[in-house]
């Protein structure tokens, strides 16, 4: 498969607590990037790493990224109940159609007050 | 501002009936157009993008086609739908200018059931 895979599959934290999800991914890319879903809803670009960048902040966002290993990895400092969200990494391959993205099955993250 | 419309919400349709979802895109032009089915609890299949009018690329072989009538418009269709097209079907575009590294915006999706 050329989809990237996150983990943990899902992640229960309380209120204040840091969130770490992890992506793998198979081949070379040119960009990473994130995406949050709200149930049954659509899902919104949180942030998009490119393969030259090794680390990317974005208010409560930091997002790492290890082309060596293939992975990447998106940390929510200090979260709130409403980060409750499925998140979810994508991949731009390197030399597919540029725009095409392949999504993971992504992350539920619940954040409990 | 660029905005995504995607409808409808919510389909209920019996198996062997015809499929139409539509989605349009303002504030930019040119845009590639995608649409994605989510099972549940599952990431997202891209089943066809179009980078332009007329221009339709299939990612998987399947029970559906996809139009792009004009520029900012995007179908999703079927002629007879089975029980295993139900699923949450996204509509999404991208920067068709953009190159490398363009994000992409989503619609708020449709849920279809076949029953």
């Known amino acids: 498969s050329q989809q990237g895979e996150e983990d943990p599959q899902a992640l229960s934290i309380q209120e204040g607590e840091n969130a770490t999800m992890n992506c793998s991914y198979k081949?070379?890319?040119?960009?990473l990037q994130w995406y949050r879903q709200n149930s049954g809803r659509g899902l919104v670009h949180l942030i998009l790493?490119?393969?030259?960048?090794r680390e990317k902040h974005s208010g409560r966002l930091r997002v790492t990224l290890d082309t060596s290993k293939k992975s990447s990895s998106l940390l929510i400092t200090a979260s709130r109940a409403a980060d409750t969200a499925s998140y979810f990494c994508?991949?731009?391959?390197?030399?597919?159609?540029?725009?095409?993205?392949?999504f993971g099955r992504g992350t539920q993250l619940t954040v409990w007050p | 501002s660029q905005t995504i419309h995607q409808w409808p919400a919510t389909l209920v349709q019996p198996v062997g009936s015809p499929l139409s979802l539509e989605c349009t895109v303002e504030?930019?032009?040119?845009?590639?157009l995608y649409w994605y089915r989510q099972a549940a609890g599952r990431g997202l299949q891209l089943l066809f993008y179009s980078v332009g009018i007329g221009q339709i690329s299939s990612e998987v072989p399947q029970n559906l086609s996809a139009s792009r009538p004009q520029d900012r418009q995007f179908i999703l269709s079927s002629k007879k739908l089975l029980l295993s097209d139900s699923g949450f079907y996204l509509c999404?575009?991208?920067?068709?200018?953009?190159?490398?590294?363009?994000?992409?915006?989503f619609g708020q999706g449709t849920r279809l059931t076949v029953v």
């Open positions: 504030g930019t032009s040119n845009p590639n």
């Open positions: 999404a575009w991208s920067s068709g200018f953009g190159g490398a590294d363009t994000e992409a915006f």
């Open positions: 081949t070379s890319i040119n960009n």
């Open positions: 994508a991949t731009e391959h390197r030399g597919s159609t540029l725009g095409r993205l392949y």
């Open positions: 790493i490119r393969s030259n960048e």
